[in-house]
RNA sequence: UCCCCGAUAGCUCAGCUGGUAGAGCGGGUGACUGUUAAUCACCAUGUCCGUGGUUCGAGUCCACGUCGGGGAGCCA
């Protein structure tokens, strides 16, 4: 198949097959790189080949007089994302992004792709999304995966590092935690419905009096018919949990925790997201402890003094987090609600019952709402009457009630929405270019 | 659930007060030894979302429907 410029008898050893990120180890080698047809031009004696190959995408220039004819002569018929194999020297060019090009000696097509349907110039998002399994092979979303990746890596590493356990949540779950319209039901045998979890908190709070220092990690599921740019039916939520962790404390961790994200992220791809996403990182460069931390009440007043009317009572919507988060050049921690905007299980403040000890982190620039959390109510009487309160099944939160029965003690937690940190980390307008396959109300393919 | 916008070539779109459709990309053929969304020349391509209606005549106007997009609400 192969037509090698070399005599047939002293067969040539195979050169090592490289990966584009580390090409620059193989300079003035010959390698072989195996990947697909990115894109061509052509310039009558020589091809410009764009070769990518996943790590990365590379120029491969086939000169007329370098290859047989007939290669030459094929090598302009390849078509875009076909996959194809190519061997050659590599070679230091000022002209080449990347720095290094291949001077080509042998191409071969593995399989033709014809009428790709994702061409050069511009589409629709509603296009590309039908097509995501093929716009995943895009630049940009190749960096925007590489980034989800270095999230979540990064998440990982954090809790692991500072003596966190991991454990699973379970995804089946039998009751809400606040009223089931939100929920996605599924049948369950002869025990009749159970739900898809929205969080792994309650879990975690029972795993945090058993191991101290505990998260999770996970998918969760949302079915509320929301059809914004910050909403998936299907998204990934990191959730810590900490005994004998206060409020303060809380405000402190998600802080370190977000920074250590966000100097990773610079790390690994400033310059990708620079230059490929092109978003401004200097607005990431500024995100260094501490954040600003205000009450409800005290962002209540910004909101007013900012011409954004608002009172007590109100919850935030998009606009008004925009509103406070644009006033600074780092998330914002907003803490203290109003308890009737929260959810049952938060401590009260002592200070001010009327205030529940949650706190939510805004990001910067208008991305929302990333992380929300807050300390627990610890005590049994109080989150009886507050489960009570709210109306919920006191039988399915019996075992939620024992931990505050055995031992209990002040703790803590929040969870963190992996696709709006990768949202804002890369500058996107929507969130469902940060999953893979986004599963949002009307969408579930691919 | 509500509000706004849209649907024309494989894709992105243009098509004025109604007169039977067009540019770029992608594809094909050819030219070019340094292109970076290469360039240049030529070639092919349409249920103008659907159903009614108005009209001599509808891609264009009207009604209804379908699908999609954006936003709001909702959302620890």
Same mark, same amino acid.
């Given at each position: 198949?192969?037509?090698?410029?070399?005599?047939?008898?002293?067969?040539?050893?195979?050169?090592?097959?490289?990966?584009?990120?580390?090409?620059?180890?193989?300079? &003035?080698?010959?390698?072989?790189?195996?990947?697909?047809?990115?894109?061509?031009?052509?310039?009558?004696?020589?091809?410009?080949?764009?070769?990518?190959?996943?790590?990365?995408?590379?120029?491969?220039?086939?000169?007329?007089?370098?290859?047989?004819?007939?290669?030459?002569?094929? =090598?302009?018929?390849?078509?875009?994302? /076909?996959?194809?194999?190519?061997?050659?020297?590599?070679?230091?060019?000022?002209?080449?992004?990347?720095?290094?090009?291949?001077?080509?000696?042998?191409?071969? %097509?593995?399989?033709?792709?014809?009428?790709?349907?994702?061409?050069?110039?511009?589409?629709?998002?509603?296009?590309?999304?039908?097509?995501?399994?093929?716009?995943?092979?895009?630049?940009?979303?190749?960096?925007?995966?590489?980034?989800?990746?270095?999230?979540?890596?990064?998440?990982?590493?954090?809790?692991?590092?500072?003596?966190?356990?991991? %454990?699973?949540?379970?995804?089946?779950?039998?009751?809400?935690?606040?009223?089931?319209?939100?929920?996605?039901?599924?049948?369950?045998?002869?025990?009749?419905?159970?739900?898809?979890?929205? /969080?792994?908190?309650?879990?975690?709070?029972?795993?945090?009096?058993?191991?101290?220092?505990?998260?999770?990690?996970?998918?969760?599921?949302?079915?509320?018919?929301?059809?914004?740019?910050?909403?998936?039916?299907?998204?990934?939520?990191?959730?810590?949990?900490? =005994?004998?962790?206060?409020?303060?404390?809380?405000?402190?961790?998600?802080?370190?925790?977000?920074?250590?994200? %966000?100097?990773?992220?610079?790390?690994?791809?400033?310059?990708?997201?620079?230059?490929?996403?092109?978003?401004?990182?200097?607005?990431?460069?500024?995100?260094?402890?501490?954040?600003?931390?205000m009450t409800y009440g005290e962002a209540i007043e910004r909101l007013n003094k900012a011409?954004h009317p608002s009172k007590w009572g109100d919850?935030f919507?998009?606009?008004e987090?925009?509103?406070l988060? /644009?006033?600074?050049?780092?998330?914002?921690?907003v803490?203290?609600y109003p308890?009737?905007?929260?959810?049952?299980?938060?401590?009260?403040?002592?200070?001010?019952?009327?205030?529940?000890?949650?706190?939510?982190?805004? =990001?910067?620039? &208008?991305?929302?709402?990333?992380?929300?959390?807050?300390?627990?109510?610890?005590?049994?009487? =109080?989150?009886?009457?507050?489960?009570?309160?709210?109306?919920?099944?006191?039988?399915?939160?019996?075992?939620?009630?024992?931990?505050?029965?055995?031992?209990?003690?002040?703790?803590?937690?929040?969870?963190?929405?992996?696709?709006?940190?990768?949202?804002?980390?890369?500058?996107?307008?929507? %969130?469902?270019?940060?999953?893979?396959?986004?599963?949002?109300?009307?969408?579930?393919?691919?």
């Amino acid at each position: 198949m192969s037509l090698s410029r070399s005599a047939p008898i002293e067969r040539r050893m195979p050169p090592p097959v490289a990966r584009i990120s580390q090409i620059s180890k193989y300079e &003035g080698q010959e390698v072989e790189l195996r990947g697909w047809l990115y894109g061509k031009r052509s310039s009558g004696k020589l091809h410009f080949l764009q070769v990518r190959d996943g790590s990365g995408v590379i120029q491969a220039v086939v000169f007329k007089n370098e290859v047989p004819t007939e290669m030459f002569a094929r =090598a302009d018929h390849i078509l875009q994302e /076909s996959s194809i194999v190519v061997r050659g020297t590599v070679r230091a060019d000022k002209r080449s992004p990347l720095g290094f090009e291949l001077g080509v000696n042998h191409v071969e %097509v593995v399989h033709e792709a014809k009428d790709y349907p994702i061409t050069p110039k511009e589409h629709g998002v509603a296009y590309l999304m039908e097509k995501r399994h093929l716009w995943l092979r895009s630049a940009r979303q190749n960096v925007i995966l590489r980034v989800r990746h270095t999230v979540e890596k990064a998440i990982r590493d954090f809790f692991d590092e500072d003596g966190f356990t991991l %454990v699973d949540a379970p995804i089946f779950t039998p009751a809400a935690c606040e009223g089931t319209s939100t929920l996605f039901e599924v049948p369950y045998f002869d025990l009749g419905k159970a739900y898809l979890t929205q /969080s792994g908190q309650l879990y975690m709070e029972a795993a945090a009096m058993a191991l101290g220092k505990v998260y999770c990690f996970g998918p969760t599921f949302r079915a509320e018919k929301s059809k914004t740019r910050r909403h998936l039916t299907e998204f990934w939520m990191v959730e810590p949990e900490v =005994a004998f962790m206060d409020l303060e404390e809380d405000m402190t961790l998600a802080e370190r925790f977000i920074c250590s994200i %966000v100097q990773r992220v610079l790390d690994k791809h400033e310059r990708e997201i620079r230059e490929v996403l092109e978003r401004d990182t200097s607005k990431l460069q500024t995100v260094k402890p501490p954040f600003p931390r205000m009450t409800y009440g005290e962002a209540i007043e910004r909101l007013n003094k900012a011409g954004h009317p608002s009172k007590w009572g109100d919850d935030f919507g998009g606009d008004e987090e925009t509103v406070l988060a /644009s006033q600074f050049d780092r998330p914002v921690i907003v803490h203290r609600y109003p308890a009737d905007l929260k959810a049952f299980y938060f401590k009260r403040d002592p200070a001010d019952p009327r205030v529940a000890l949650g706190m939510d982190v805004l =990001a910067p620039e &208008g991305f929302g709402e990333i992380i929300g959390g807050g300390q627990r109510e610890d005590d049994f009487d =109080a989150l009886l009457g507050r489960i009570e309160e709210h109306k919920l099944p006191v039988e399915a939160f019996e075992w939620y009630l024992d931990l505050r029965k055995y031992g209990s003690v002040p703790h803590a937690g929040f969870g963190l929405g992996v696709e709006r940190t990768v949202s804002w980390l890369c500058g996107l307008h929507h %969130v469902r270019e940060t999953i893979p396959f986004a599963r949002m109300m009307e969408r579930i393919t691919p």
